[in-house]
Structures are given as C-alpha cells and as structure tokens.
Nanobody, 123 residues
Framework: QVQLVESGGGLVQAGGSLRLSCAAS????????MGWFRQAPGKEREFVAAISWSGGSTYYADSVKGRFTISRDNARNTVSLRMNSLKPEDTAVYYC????????????????WGQGTQVTVSS
C-alpha cells in the first residue's frame, strides 16, 4: 500500500507559476514510476506527466510540454510538478499517482492515488 498526499495548489493569474508536491508513505517509493494527472469539471481525468523510478526518464502531455517539469526525490519520498506559464485551461484538480503497469498515459494503469489539489488559473 502507498499513501499519497498532494499539496501546493491554489489560485494564480495566467502566466504565473505553481509547484505541486506529492508526499508518499508506505511501500518503497523508489520502486514506483509516478505520474501526475488532472481533471477539470465535466471532463475525464487526463495525463499530465510521468517520471521513471530513477527519475532518468520523463514524459509529458503535449499540452504542458515546455511549461511543466516533473521531478522526484527518492530520499524524501516526494514527487513534484513545477508549472510555469500557467493558462486558464490548466485549471483542474491535480492528482499524483503510483504506476502499476502498462503505458504511462492511462489512469487505469496506476493503482494508488492521492486526494488531489485544486489549481485555478484566472485570466
């Protein structure tokens, strides 16, 4: 079992930045590739970014590539998402998740989820 707790969400103006953090506890965090997903009202949960267990490989949705950066610190059991140049369309609840198997882009391939943190970008 892995417990995940996100933090760092909030209200920011368009063009601003936020840094989300996800603290993990339970099973060995470094064994798991990790991902960030988001869900806007009335929309399906969508992939944002993922990072391999070592941090050596990262993956991004086209919509955030060049603006968001995922990173992890296995010594501190944390994964972070740095979000720059935020747009109103980035408004959503952001979730971190621990990967199980399969592709990195599909929510059902992750078996542990945090409770989410709200990010609101005003225009």
């Amino acid at each position: 079992q892995v417990q995940l707790v996100e933090s760092g969400g909030g209200l920011v103006q368009a063009g601003g930045s936020l840094r989300l953090s996800c603290a993990a506890s339970g099973r060995t965090f470094s064994n798991y590739p990790m991902g960030w997903f988001r869900q806007a009202p009335g929309k399906e949960r969508e992939f944002v970014a993922a990072i391999s267990w070592s941090g050596g490989s990262t993956y991004y949705a086209d919509s955030v590539k060049g603006r968001f950066t995922i990173s992890r610190d296995n010594a501190r059991n944390t994964v972070s998402l740095r979000m720059n140049s935020l747009k109103p369309e980035d408004t959503a609840v952001y979730y971190c998740a621990a990967y199980r198997s399969g592709d990195y882009y599909t929510p059902s391939k992750y078996n542990y989820w945090g409770q989410g943190t709200q990010v609101t970008v005003s225009s």
